[in-house]
């Protein structure tokens, strides 16, 4: 995501921008950096750690000047250092950038025109401010437009050229930016929270847009230079709800961001024709990938529930027998491992002392050691020998909910790329991966039902206790659908696999007593259904999760939310969606502290 605020006005730039950072920092907060001007030259000043990490290093100096930009960064390419903060510089020090998104083709484009640049980063960003220094003629607009035109990506650039010492460029291609007009004054940035509290006239940039903002005016042009007339807009958004982007909560938020963040996580990890995935982290040879005769997976909470998608795929597709394990547990088991056993350790933080400790205890014991992480430069990032990002964005709720989709995406791309080393058909590769590509749309879909979840979660919120069931791909659904309910709404819950009913908890029902049961069109369809009927004739009121088109719902349930159909591995996509709206709407309707719940913390480090 990454956060990227400018300023050009009167006033003294660097306490705009620090406040602005601080409103920015839901975006990312590994790094920080700023650039200001007093007119003749900048001063650059980056830190690693949270914005008020800057803050501190910024307080003895005296940075005066009222021109300057300034991001939050949140690692994607290349790890958490003070060298690949923002802004960026070229050879020279007269041009610094701030860059939000992906330059996809950097390593052509430094081939091609940066013969003999030193560079001083490991980001695709530093490449971009060669590039545009290489044009640089006196005209940043112009430098920026045609340094552009090279560029294949997602961009929102901000850019300042010590020459000019009166103007910032901008530019916006899949990344949002938004001008904000003041009186004898300009705001950028990312999105509307850290300006808000200067001004609430706003232009928001549009893919393939240039905007020169100087203090005698602001020209907006396209790529290909032709001039765009756009007029300012009044926002009514205070400054809370703009962090969250107009969402109550950033669980909710959160959750919204499903369709756009398992994009990030599948974007270039796969190849349709060939009907497979290449998750290039893994730092293994074919070699040594066919010699892997097990697979382990850490994780905890809701990351655990993602491992147990994980196993489903990786033993159906791969045909690798694969284990789940809590990373409490693990550690102290004294656990069989072998060389050829692979490990992941799958979390959201990176920073969990209970999987860290699980998988250095399978390193010691001679396993390959992968992490499947969130948190760029993290400590299990660190400690493995590779492994994948899932490029979930930060996630601030305490409730884990799209990194829990990603680890799913993540890992069902790993048991694909293993699938095709030896059982997989090509065929079946690329009925897999059409259907990934479809998810985030499905996706969607659910989301639009997120009214009509909030009126069934009004109905139960007062319930003493919940079931949740699923069988198959859906029980480590209704697991995390009852952690979910269990941790925000603090309403005691339960997951069974169906057809363990008969075994106990059948004597739990009755009308007092929801259950929730994931009734999808899958190859257990039917047998899911016996298990609902028994639960209809004890009089348990229902709600269930079931497949478009499947009428007959109606007639079982008190209450059916429909899922698009999809192939039956993806499921846990789709259906874990109303659940995490579910539990959300619950905690709102009982009037829980959603985003922080009690007794929780967002990373569990200590034991
Ligand atoms: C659930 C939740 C926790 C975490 C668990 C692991 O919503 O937030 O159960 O999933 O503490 O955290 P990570 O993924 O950071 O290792």
Sequence with gaps: MCGIIGYIGKKQALPILINGLRRLEYRGYDSAGVAVSDGKKFTKIKAVGKIEKLAEKLKPLDLNGSVGIAHTRWATHGGVTEANAHPHSACADDLVIAHNGIIENYRELKEKFLKGHELKSETDTEILAHLIEVFYKGNLTEAVRTALKEVR??????????????????????????????DGEYFLASDTSPMLAHTKEVIFLDDGEIAEISLSGLKISSLDSKNITKYSETIDWDEASAQKQGYEHFMLKEIFD????????IRGRYNLTEGTA?????????????????VILLACGTASYAALVGKYALERLAGIPTEVDVGSEFRYRDPIIDRNTLVFGITQSGETADTLAALREAKRKGAFVRGIVNVIGSTLARETDGGTYMHAGPELAVASTKAYTNMVAVLILYAIQFGRLNRLTQATGERLIAALLEIPTKMKEVLAQSERIKTIAEKYKDSVGMLFLGRGINYPVALEGSHKLKEISYIHSEAYPAGEMKHGANALLGPHFPVVAIMTKNQLYEKMRSSVEEVRARKSPLILIATVGDESARELADDVIYVPPTMELLEPLLNTIPLQLFAYHTAVALGRDVDRPRNLAKSVTVE
């Design 278 to 294: 290449h998750l290039g982290g893994l730092n293994m040879t074919s070699e040594q990938m066919h010699s892997v005769s097990r």
């Design 153 to 182: 990506g997602t961009y929102g650039l901000a850019a300042m050229h010590s020459d000019e010492p009166d103007k910032l460029v901008a530019a916006r291609f899949g990344s949002p930016l938004v001008i904000g007009v003041g």
């Design 258 to 265: 499903q369709p756009a963040v398992f994009k990030d996580a």
